[in-house]
Structure formats: structure tokens, C-alpha cells
């Protein structure tokens, strides 16, 4: 299929597909809203009859009030039958009975304790003053019966729904009721409308609607269809035109990809097809221009010169992207065998570490130095040096010097340093990580542990097992000191922290130990002495016994 057909007939396909699937969405929304708009409208006059209801028993009631106001203090309510009632409450119940509205809408009044007596129906005006009986579908409960349990139950009126004869029928329909206590009278003003009522305004509304539906989708497909035919017919007069033109392209470019030699033809058109082939012209001046930079590039000449032909030349910012990326990928490729460098390094860093670590050492010092040292060599650092807690007097903790190294000589310093004094001291409490630059040159000011020297940055870790703190790294260097070192201190400071806390255990071990030998010592002669003396003891025991053995034998002759 050539190119001037697919043109009109994929963008005529196209047209059509979205105008019907607008058209078909359009319908189906509007069809949902109206649904909605109806379920919505069944509520809101469900609502609105139910306030109907509401005003019409309050006009009853007050009414009925105006009435009881006016004989309270003349007359006290001994009969249910109206001719026995007041003036003033007979009229007030002949207008309450002149209560109508809607369809089939009216006030009636009944006595709210049982035998619950019917005193004014308009409808029915042979229930006045006698009892009716009227059960509820499915169930044995008075209807009456149930207006009273309601006012109970809602303080003094509510709504219920039952089924109840419509004026005029003798057909049970569903029915909603508002009913009010007027407690002055023990009665219950009551109105209601037949559920029948509400279903039909509803009704009434959804024809109206869909009347809206229908004529909206006839409306939606009478334009959809002459919009479609319109597109078709503009679509198809721009596709030839346009496919023309293409096709005189098509046949410079086919003849380019063969090989040949394409005259350069000033373009006759001013539009975009003109453009095209103007387009079509630079496109042949620079193709040259784009093998040479390519073959440059090919011989790893990544600074050849090059100049897209213009600011939108895709193909020549594609070349310099080409070129950018390789550059790119080469800096890459020297970053990853730094990285990879950097990481065998820290890799053979762990190593020697893990194996002075497991080595240890029982002299506290010597291990300290032997870190510190390490650590300096390994950071490229000038100084450093280790502090340890030393809490042999609870009431005097303090940092320690154990270990210092300046400039690769093992420095013989002793100093102490209080927790939270100076950027040591911090450290210490803070327990994290201190890292600066730009040192002032009095760096004795800054109170450092590696005196009055002033390196560039100052690295300091604490020394934490578990949380507790051990001691403190410094390091100091006349460069800044690298990321991947500190971290590398950092992870290490763990394994570091756990063999001085081991050896700091050990040291004080062997003093317990030393001490313990010299009191188990002590003892052996305390208890050589007992010995000696109890044998004493024991001696004058013998010769005291033998004495009173004497004298007895005196005393007998």
C-alpha cells in the first residue's frame, strides 16, 4: 500500500476510532452522572418529604398548643369524643383536620396510652373515639401500638414505616409516618405520604433524564459522523499533497543510497516541503563532513574538530554525544581502575588489620602504637595518636595518651585529656565522628592532642564497643584527607576498640591477679602462725591436765 493511501486511510482509521471512543465515553459518563443524579435526587426528596412531614405535624402541634394555652387553666381533657371538647379545642381540632397536602397527605390524632383511641381521622371519620386494631404486615404489633413504643423510644416522635390503606383503595401500600407527642393531652399528632408517592416523582425524573440521554446521544453521533467525514475529506487532500512531495525525496534519497550523485535543486516551494528539500541540500554538503569526523574518531582521535551544521543538526550533536560519551567512558574507566585501586588497597588494609587485631598484645601501649602507626602509614598522614579511657578511679575519668606518631617516629608523650575538654574531649562525648579544614596556624589554640603543629585536617574517631566508649583516633595531615580513608577508619575503629578494650581487660586482670597471689601469700603465713600457736596451745593444754592429775593424787593421800 503506498504512502498516499495509508496517509488519509490510518489518519481517517484514527479520527474515527477517537471520535467514537469520545462519543461512546461522553455517553457513558453522562448515562453515570444521570444514574447518579437520580439516586441522589431519590435521597434528596426522601429528605425533603421527610421535612414536609416534619412541618406539617409542627403546624398541628402548634395549633393544638394555641388551643391548650388558651383552657389549660378552665378545662381538664376527660372525654376522646370532640363534641365533648372546649370551643377553643374543637376548633383547633376542625382546622388540624383540615390539614392536606401532596397526595393523599393528612393529619389524624390518637391517644398515645392504650387502648390507644382514634380521636380525629379526616379520612375516616368513623374512627373518631373508638379503638382501632390495625396489625402490621408480617408481625402481631398494633400499629398504634407501635406509634407509642416509637415516642418512648425517640423522645417524644420519630418516623416508622408500615404498610396502610390509601384513601380511596383497598390495597395495603408501603407507607413512611412522622409522629409527635403532644404530651399536655397524652396525644400523638401524626402525618404521613404513601411510598408510591416518592417512587413516582422519581420515576417522572429519570424519564426526564434519559429523555436528556437520548437526545444528547443523537445529537453526539449526528456530529461525530459529519466530523468524521470532514476530517476524511481534508485529511485525504493534505495527504496527496504532502505524499507528492515525499515521494520527490524518497527518489534523491534512494538514488544517494545507490551511490549516486545528486544534483542540488533550489527549492521551489516556501513551506515546509520547501524546507524539506533544503534540508535534503545540507544534508548532502555534510555528509562528508560527518565521515571524515567519524573516521577520526575511529582512530582514537577524540579531540578531532567538528561543527554540526546546525543548532538542530541531530545527527552531528549525535557525533559529538558519540564523542562526549567516549571521553566519558574512558574518565570512567580510569575512575574505576582508581576505584578498584583504592578498594585492593583498603581490602589489604582489612587484612593486616584483622590479623594485628587477632594477634593482640597484653601491653595496651604497644598495641596502640602499633595501630596508630598503621593508620598514619595507611592515611598518608603526619601525626597521630590514640587515647584511651582510664577509669581506674571512678571519680576521675579521663583520656589517655597511650600511643603518638609524628611524622613516622614513635613519639614518647604522656598526656590527659578530660571528656568534653577541647575537640578530643568532644569527641569523646559526643562519641561522633570530627572531621577538619582549614586549621589555624596557632593550633595549639584548638587544645588538639599532637601539640602545636598545624596540619591542614584533623580526623578524630571514637573508639565505641557496643556504645561505651574506649577512646579516641586523631589523625592530622597536611592534605585533606581522603573520603574512602575515613570511611575506612571508621569501619575499622570497631575491630580496633575491641582489641584495646581486650587488652585494657587484660592489663587489669593481671594486676587483680598480682594482687590476689600476694594476699593468698599473705595468708598462707597468717595461717603457718595459727598452726605454730595452736600446737603451743595445745602443749600447755597437756601439762595443765597433767598438774591437776598431780594434785589430786596429792589431795587423796
Same mark, same amino acid.
Given at each position: 500500500?503506498?504512502?498516499?493511501?495509508?496517509?488519509?486511510?490510518?489518519?481517517?482509521?484514527?479520527?474515527?476510532?477517537?471520535?467514537?471512543?469520545?462519543?461512546?465515553?461522553?455517553?457513558?459518563?453522562?448515562?453515570?452522572?444521570?444514574?447518579?443524579?437520580?439516586?441522589?435526587?431519590?435521597?434528596?426528596?426522601?429528605?425533603?418529604?421527610?421535612?414536609?412531614?416534619?412541618?406539617?405535624?409542627?403546624?398541628?402541634?402548634?395549633?393544638?398548643?394555641?388551643?391548650?394555652?388558651?383552657?389549660?387553666?378552665?378545662?381538664?381533657?376527660?372525654?376522646?369524643?370532640?363534641?365533648?371538647?372546649?370551643?377553643?379545642?374543637?376548633?383547633?381540632?376542625?382546622?388540624?383536620?383540615?390539614?392536606?397536602?401532596?397526595?393523599?397527605?393528612?393529619?389524624?390524632?390518637?391517644?398515645?396510652?392504650?387502648?390507644?383511641?382514634?380521636?380525629?381521622?379526616?379520612?375516616?371519620?368513623?374512627?373518631?373515639?373508638?379503638?382501632?386494631?390495625?396489625?402490621?404486615?408480617?408481625?402481631?404489633?398494633?400499629?398504634?401500638?407501635?406509634?407509642?413504643?416509637?415516642i418512648q423510644k425517640n423522645k417524644g416522635e420519630g418516623?416508622?414505616?408500615?404498610?396502610?390503606?390509601?384513601?380511596?383503595?383497598?390495597?395495603?401500600?408501603?407507607?413512611?409516618?412522622?409522629?409527635?407527642?403532644?404530651?399536655?393531652?397524652?396525644?400523638?399528632?401524626?402525618?404521613?405520604?404513601?411510598?408510591?408517592?416518592?417512587?413516582?416523582?422519581?420515576?417522572?425524573?429519570?424519564?426526564?433524564?434519559?429523555?436528556?440521554?437520548?437526545?444528547?446521544?443523537?445529537?453526539?453521533?449526528?456530529?461525530?459522523?459529519?466530523?468524521?467525514?470532514?476530517?476524511?475529506?481534508?485529511?485525504?487532500?493534505?495527504?496527496?499533497?504532502?505524499?507528492?512531495?515525499?515521494?520527490?525525496?524518497?527518489?534523491?534519497?534512494?538514488?544517494?543510497?545507490?551511490?549516486?550523485?545528486?544534483?542540488?535543486?533550489?527549492?521551489?516551494?516556501?513551506?515546509?516541503?520547501?524546507?524539506?528539500?533544503?534540508?535534503?541540500?545540507?544534508?548532502?554538503?555534510?555528509?562528508?563532513?560527518?565521515?571524515?569526523?567519524?573516521?577520526?574518531?575511529?582512530?582514537?582521535?577524540?579531540?578531532?574538530?567538528?561543527?554540526?551544521?546546525?543548532?538542530?543538526?541531530?545527527?552531528?550533536?549525535?557525533?559529538?554525544?558519540?564523542?562526549?560519551?567516549?571521553?566519558?567512558?574512558?574518565?570512567?574507566?580510569?575512575?574505576?581502575?582508581?576505584?578498584?585501586?583504592?578498594?585492593?588497597?583498603?581490602?589489604?588494609?582489612?587484612?593486616?588489620?584483622?590479623?594485628?587485631?587477632?594477634?593482640?598484645?597484653?601491653?595496651?601501649?604497644?598495641?596502640?602504637?602499633?595501630?596508630?602507626?598503621?593508620?598514619?602509614?595507611?592515611?598518608?598522614?603526619?601525626?597521630?595518636?590514640?587515647?584511651?579511657?582510664?577509669?581506674?578511679?571512678?571519680?576521675?575519668?579521663?583520656?589517655?595518651?597511650?600511643?603518638?606518631?609524628?611524622?613516622?617516629?614513635?613519639?614518647?608523650?604522656?598526656?590527659?585529656?578530660?571528656?568534653?575538654?577541647?575537640?578530643?574531649?568532644?569527641?569523646?562525648?559526643?562519641?561522633?565522628?570530627?572531621?577538619?579544614?582549614?586549621?589555624?596556624?596557632?593550633?595549639?589554640?584548638?587544645?588538639?592532642?599532637?601539640?602545636?603543629?598545624?596540619?591542614?585536617?584533623?580526623?578524630?574517631?571514637?573508639?565505641?564497643?557496643?556504645?561505651?566508649?574506649?577512646?579516641?583516633?586523631?589523625?592530622?595531615?597536611?592534605?585533606?584527607?581522603?573520603?574512602?580513608?575515613?570511611e575506612f577508619v571508621e569501619k575499622v575503629s570497631e575491630?580496633?576498640?575491641?582489641?584495646?578494650?581486650?587488652? $585494657? /581487660? %587484660?592489663?587489669?586482670?593481671?594486676?587483680?591477679?598480682? +594482687?590476689?597471689? &600476694? #594476699?593468698? *601469700?599473705?595468708?598462707? $603465713? /597468717? %595461717?603457718?602462725?595459727?598452726?605454730?600457736?595452736?600446737? +603451743?596451745?595445745? &602443749? #600447755?593444754? *597437756?601439762?595443765?591436765?597433767?598438774?591437776?592429775?598431780?594434785?589430786?593424787?596429792?589431795?587423796?593421800?
Open positions: 500500500m503506498k504512502i498516499r493511501t495509508k496517509i488519509p486511510l490510518y489518519t481517517g482509521l484514527t479520527v474515527l476510532i477517537t471520535t467514537l471512543a469520545v462519543t461512546l465515553y461522553s455517553i457513558f459518563e453522562f448515562r453515570r452522572q444521570v444514574l447518579k443524579n437520580i439516586e441522589s435526587y431519590k435521597v434528596e426528596q426522601n429528605e425533603a418529604i421527610k421535612e414536609q412531614l416534619i412541618d406539617h405535624v409542627d403546624n398541628a402541634y402548634k395549633i393544638l398548643e394555641r388551643s391548650y394555652l388558651e383552657t389549660k387553666d378552665s378545662y381538664r381533657l376527660t372525654s376522646v369524643n370532640i363534641q365533648d371538647f372546649p370551643t377553643e379545642l374543637k376548633f383547633a381540632v376542625k382546622d388540624i383536620e383540615q390539614i392536606a397536602f401532596g397526595d393523599a397527605g393528612y393529619i389524624w390524632i390518637n391517644e398515645v396510652e392504650p387502648p390507644y383511641t382514634v380521636i380525629m381521622h379526616p379520612t375516616k371519620p368513623e374512627m373518631n373515639g373508638t379503638v382501632q386494631v390495625f396489625l402490621i404486615e408480617d408481625t402481631k404489633q398494633n400499629v398504634y401500638e407501635a406509634f407509642a413504643e416509637l418516623f416508622l414505616e408500615y404498610d396502610y390503606y390509601k384513601p380511596g383503595t383497598n390495597e395495603r401500600i408501603p407507607k413512611l409516618s412522622y409522629i409527635k407527642l403532644f404530651e399536655p393531652y397524652g396525644w400523638v399528632l401524626g402525618t404521613g405520604v404513601y411510598i408510591d408517592y416518592i417512587d413516582k416523582k422519581v420515576q417522572d425524573k429519570t424519564e426526564e433524564l434519559k429523555s436528556q440521554i437520548n437526545r444528547m446521544v443523537a445529537i453526539t453521533l449526528i456530529l461525530g459522523i459529519i466530523l468524521i467525514a470532514l476530517a476524511y475529506i481534508t485529511l485525504n487532500y493534505l495527504g496527496r499533497i504532502i505524499t507528492n512531495s515525499i515521494i520527490i525525496v524518497q527518489n534523491k534519497l534512494f538514488r544517494m543510497s545507490k551511490g549516486y550523485i545528486v544534483e542540488i535543486e533550489k527549492a521551489k516551494q516556501k513551506d515546509e516541503i520547501g524546507e524539506m528539500n533544503m534540508s535534503l541540500n545540507d544534508l548532502i554538503k555534510g555528509i562528508n563532513t560527518y565521515s571524515e569526523f567519524a573516521s577520526a574518531i575511529g582512530k582514537g582521535n577524540l579531540d578531532a574538530e567538528f561543527n554540526p551544521l546546525s543548532e538542530n543538526d541531530d545527527l552531528g550533536i549525535s557525533l559529538l554525544d558519540m564523542r562526549a560519551g567516549l571521553k566519558s567512558a574512558k574518565t570512567e574507566e580510569e575512575n574505576r581502575a582508581k576505584e578498584n585501586e583504592r578498594r585492593h588497597r583498603a581490602n589489604e588494609a582489612f587484612a593486616m588489620f584483622s590479623e594485628l587485631m587477632r594477634k593482640g598484645s597484653d601491653n595496651m601501649f604497644e598495641l596502640s602504637y602499633s595501630v596508630i602507626n598503621k593508620l598514619v602509614e595507611f592515611t598518608n598522614c603526619i601525626q597521630g595518636g590514640i587515647f584511651i579511657v582510664n577509669d581506674d578511679d571512678a571519680n576521675d575519668i579521663f583520656l589517655e595518651l597511650t600511643a603518638s606518631v609524628a611524622y613516622e617516629r614513635r613519639r614518647y608523650n604522656k598526656k590527659r585529656i578530660n571528656i568534653g575538654d577541647g575537640l578530643i574531649g568532644a569527641c569523646a562525648f559526643e562519641k561522633e565522628k570530627i572531621y577538619l579544614t582549614d586549621i589555624p596556624e596557632n593550633y595549639a589554640e584548638i587544645r588538639s592532642g599532637l601539640g602545636t603543629s598545624a596540619p591542614k585536617s584533623i580526623l578524630l574517631i571514637p573508639l565505641l564497643m557496643e556504645d561505651n566508649l574506649i577512646g579516641v583516633i586523631e589523625l592530622a595531615s597536611l592534605n585533606f584527607i581522603d573520603t574512602h580513608d575515613t575491630s580496633i576498640a575491641a582489641s584495646l578494650f581486650s587488652a $585494657k /581487660i %587484660n592489663i587489669k586482670t593481671a594486676t587483680l591477679q598480682t +594482687e590476689f597471689d &600476694a #594476699l593468698l *601469700k599473705e595468708k598462707f $603465713k /597468717i %595461717n603457718e602462725i595459727i598452726i605454730d600457736k595452736e600446737k +603451743e596451745i595445745r &602443749a #600447755l593444754n *597437756k601439762r595443765l591436765l597433767e598438774l591437776k592429775e598431780n594434785k589430786s593424787i596429792l589431795s587423796i593421800k
